[in-house]
């Protein structure tokens, strides 16, 4: 478990962080060997970033406190869909001009029920022509900068790289102490 510090109190009933980024496939991508990819240096990158696996709860035994709790065996949402919608067409998606929130919507997962941190998801769009990859991410449990680690991290491993990104510091002892009582 990981206390909440007084710079992450700040965030918890704020909405989730959502991101979208799509990618267009060339036409003869092996959609499933890539969407398998994703499943597989997924499970590398949350071996990294554990607490993201968890669950935000109130600590035991305090009043008010908050943690990020994990488990072995907790897990992250991944989920998989395809959308043929004319809507869903890359060229549109990806286009500078604006769009229908509604539109892009769908492509971004909700958080799952029980105070979980992140959840992905991968749709393939129209035709195949092109890939969505949509994280939600409880905002107390990480901030833009790890998120963005997390996310180069997963990218590493979905290639293949040899040297990934270092690892996130998790040890909550090296923040500064709450000597005012902020928290």
Not at 28 to 38: E, K, P, R
Not at 95 to 122: F, M, T
């Amino acid at each position: 478990s990981l206390p909440l510090t007084f710079f992450d109190i700040f965030w918890l009933h704020s909405p989730p962080v959502e991101r979208l980024f799509l990618y267009r496939l060339a036409p003869d991508a092996d959609v499933a060997a890539i969407v398998s990819n994703l499943k597989d240096s997924l499970h590398q990158a949350v071996r990294a970033f554990y607490p993201l696996a968890g669950r935000l709860r109130l600590t035991p035994g305090t009043s008010g406190r908050y943690e990020l709790h994990y488990r072995p065996g907790d897990a992250v949402t991944f989920t998989v869909a395809e959308c043929d919608a004319d809507d869903a067409d890359i060229d549109g998606l990806a286009s500078d001009d604006p769009r229908e929130v509604a539109k892009i919507a769908a492509l971004v997962p909700p958080l799952p029920e029980g105070g979980r941190l992140l959840a992905l998801q991968a749709t393939v769009l129209s035709a195949r022509r092109g890939l969505a990859i949509g994280v939600t991410v409880h905002h107390a449990a990480c901030d833009g900068s790890g998120s963005t680690h997390f996310l180069h991290t997963w990218a590493a491993a979905c290639i293949g790289a040899e040297a990934p990104p270092p690892p996130p510091v998790i040890d909550r002892t090296l923040l500064l102490a709450d000597p005012r009582g902020l928290y």
